[in-house]
């Protein structure tokens, strides 16, 4: 099972995409559409309470045609995805979260659905592509033509790769990061992979919000040649700090 995921500017180029695959073949219950653009009916369906929590399933409901027109499917589910804010999951991430249990911690429901068939270390990608408004389709397949036609027509609708969508994210952070490095005499050219996935290694889901001590031993067993390191270490914290810096930057802004 392979999963090809597109990042689009905006959601018009996400439905797009998802309607040439299904013209190539690809059944709507192996496609799924993550934005943060929500239409008439997604707006219907937001809680007007305020008294959930962050975090949590907000709203699971079922429509009944005409989510899309591009016929992604008919399940949708509204939620408030951490590290990401609102977003909408049309096709089967918004069937699936159906089944999820009522309050249950929205990372636990997504990586046990949506977020299955993906690698860890790429969810923070895709929180970063649904925070600046941008719309993600992912594709389950089997197929391996249908793979590269997938990855054809996420080409054609202007999609951005998740690794293109990843080194921008970090060119987006470099200069600030190489200052902050530099200014106690390190040598960011040096140092700059181990600082970069020490960084990227605070934001996996099962790191988040514990120190570098707390996550060392996973840290050994999914970095052994890195996690020693002095730059590593740095990097790590620096991750730790840009999470804390968004949660803050959110919470001030009256956001999830």
Known sequence: MAAVVGVFKARVDAEHAV?????????SERINLLTPEAGEKELAAVPQSQGEQPGMVKTLAAVTGGALGA????MI????LPGAGF?????????ALLGAIGGEEIGRAAENTIF?????EELFVYEDALRRGRSVVLATLEDDG???????????????????AR???????????????QAVGRSFDEDEDYLRAGFEAALLPGNRDKSYH???????????????????????ERGQAYRRAIVKSRSAAGKP
């Open 19 to 27: 309607a040439e695959l299904r013209g190539i073949g690809i059944p």
């Open 116 to 120: 299955a068939s993906l690698p860890e």
């Open 87 to 95: 977003v909408i999951a049309l096709g089967l991430a918004g069937g």
């Open 146 to 164: 249908l793979v590269q036609a997938a990855r054809g027509v996420f080409d054609h609708n202007g999609a951005e790769s998740v690794d293109r």
């Open 214 to 236: 707390q996550a060392r031993e996973s840290l050994r067993s999914r970095y052994p040649q890195m996690y020693d390191r002095e730059p590593f270490q740095h990097g790590y």
């Open 167 to 181: 080194e921008m994210w970090w060119l987006g952070l470099r200069d600030v990061e190489k200052e902050h490095y």
């Open 77 to 80: 589910a509204t939620m408030i």
């Open 71 to 74: 016929g992604v499917g008919e």
